[in-house]
């Protein structure tokens, strides 16, 4: 199978699956089904379907890991306009079908893949950046590497991202809790003493590092990691990880159609008002400046 987005490799029964927009810093059209983002369902299933592979590693080119969804398709790939008078509002059975595919059907392929999963995180790691690490069995970060929710600084406050029970489940309500309601960003080695990863190492050892762990899970026997796999499904199911992925999408909707009132940020109009993501979301960071967030 041939990719445009991602690298696909696999050697000694692991597949490194890389992302490879580095001029966008891996934003990818997570929500829907983004051509992008397809590339990467299609690796993780073929990794699964490959009884030669045991383990998957997902890690990023460039300067960054992922810094999440792609902001300039944000809300159009649901038919939003820029909202001039005289546009159509788009549908709730359209935002419903495209967050229920981006946040249900496609990272099922992750959390609930047959094969060990393991993020490898350097550079910036922002909301799926976050996600990953959540949704994969292990996970290692550099200790440089910057990983934060900050798209809930859209408006979220908590609710419309995927793995708000993962996170709770991960670092504590509390420490979820900061990470939601602030969107700040956290070190890699910070991530590792809160449990967000399993380990931060020196950036110029991530690679050898994730790569030790890989091969140790490859000494595991296939039908061991299959059952081993298939139990925690069983025990992910009991403890509600699976249906979180349903309050997920359906909460995502909700915020789509949220309504600002004239005091409060609206990343849309900004978008359209600055002519462009990227000074939309730095406006909004540099809101928590003086906060120090």
Excluded at 35 to 46: G, L, M, T
Excluded at 58 to 70: C, N
Excluded at 72 to 90: D, L, S
Excluded at 119 to 137: E, K, M, R
Aim: charged share 25%; aromatic share 10%.
């Amino acid at each position: 199978m041939s990719y445009k987005y991602i690298i696909y490799e696999v050697k000694d029964q692991i597949a490194t699956i890389t992302l490879n927009k580095p001029d966008k810093m891996n934003a990818f059209q997570w929500i829907g089904r983004g051509e992008d983002a397809q590339e990467v369902w299609n690796a993780f299933d073929q990794a699964a379907d490959d009884d030669d592979v045991k383990v998957i590693i997902l890690k990023g080119s460039g300067r960054a890991f992922t810094v999440g969804h792609d902001l300039t398709k944000v809300g159009f790939i649901y038919g939003m306009g820029t909202g001039k008078a005289g546009e159509r509002k788009p549908s709730q059975r359209i935002r419903l079908k495209y967050d229920k595919m981006g946040m249900d059907d496609n990272m099922m392929h992750v959390f609930l893949n047959p094969k060990i999963t393991i993020s490898q995180l350097h550079g910036y790691c922002i909301g799926g950046g976050v996600y990953f690490p959540l949704l994969c069995d292990l996970a290692v970060a550099a200790e440089d590497a910057k990983l934060g929710l900050t798209e809930q600084r859209l408006g979220f406050s908590g609710s419309g991202v995927l793995g708000i029970t993962h996170l709770i489940y991960t670092v504590g309500m509390k420490r979820a809790m900061e990470l939601l309601l602030t969107g700040k960003t956290i070190s890699g080695k910070e991530a590792a003493e809160i449990g967000l990863v399993n380990r931060a190492v020196p950036a110029d050892k991530l690679d050898e590092e994730t790569r030790k762990l890989a091969t140790a899970m490859t000494l595991l026997p296939r039908d061991g990691i299959a059952i081993g796999k298939a139990t925690r499904h069983i025990i992910f199911d009991r403890i509600g990880l699976i249906s979180d992925f349903i309050p997920a999408y359906i909460s995502h909707t909700l915020f789509t159609n949220l309504r600002w009132e004239d005091d409060e940020f609206n990343f849309f109009k900004e978008r359209r008002d600055r002519g462009g993501a990227k000074d939309a979301f730095h406006a909004r960071d540099q809101r928590y400046k003086s906060l120090g967030l």
